[in-house]
């Protein structure tokens, strides 16, 4: 039996868009030699986000396969690629580049969104819970000051992420209600079946 794989598309503007920014004039310098994988931490305790992997795909141009790829978001930003690359291949910059192409696209993290509603909402990523406020008190610690809910609204907005966020929900609930419509044909084959059987 003879497989075929899905089909890839290629797009060469990928490249040349990423190596117009300063950041990223070296990427072409990337020789496959993987001393950015083999001191990243975030591949060390999970093999399916591989940076090396990452700018070879870059390299040949799979735009659409990197911005929908969600270990794009494994990277932790510590930079250990950036510094051990010999060639001076600044990834760790490459990739924020990249995560900032994904989300345009709806490739967020679902924590993510969470964290941006809550910062929306409170000013704060995680707002201190009445237990921490409590122990705050009883440390002798003063009250945690209100944070600037409508700066941190406008800076968000003047951003673009806040639209970003919400084109992730949409795409989210789609997928819900794409899922529920599936779940209720199959219900629906299902109990035609058992009519047909009784």
């Given at each position: 039996?003879?497989?075929?794989?899905k089909h890839i598309?290629?797009?060469?503007?990928?490249?040349?868009?990423?190596?117009k920014l300063p950041e990223c004039e070296n990427l072409k310098n990337c020789y496959q030699c993987g001393a950015c994988s083999s001191y990243c931490p975030s591949f060390k305790y999970s093999k399916v986000y591989n940076p090396r992997k990452i700018v070879q795909d870059v390299l040949v141009g799979l735009k659409d396969e990197i911005l929908e790829n969600t270990n794009l978001w494994f990277c932790g930003v510590c930079h250990a690629c950036t510094e051990q690359c010999p060639q001076g291949v600044e990834l760790s910059e490459i990739l924020s580049h990249i995560r900032n192409l994904a989300s345009k696209?709806?490739?967020?993290p679902?924590?993510?969104?969470?964290?941006?509603k809550n910062l929306l909402e409170t000013g704060q990523v995680v707002p201190p819970s009445s237990a921490i406020n409590r122990r705050r008190e009883k440390f002798g610690l003063p009250e945690l000051p209100d944070a600037p809910v409508d700066e941190i609204r406008?800076?968000?907005?003047?951003?673009g992420f806040e639209d970003m966020i919400r084109r992730k929900i949409e795409l989210e609930k789609a997928k819900e209600r794409e899922i529920m419509e599936e779940a209720k044909a199959r219900m629906k084959k299902m109990e035609e079946k058992k009519t047909e059987d009784a």
């Open positions: 039996m003879v497989t075929r794989s598309k290629i797009n060469h503007e990928f490249i040349r868009e990423l190596t696209i709806g490739n967020i679902t924590h993510l969104v969470s964290e941006v406008t800076l968000v907005k003047s951003t």
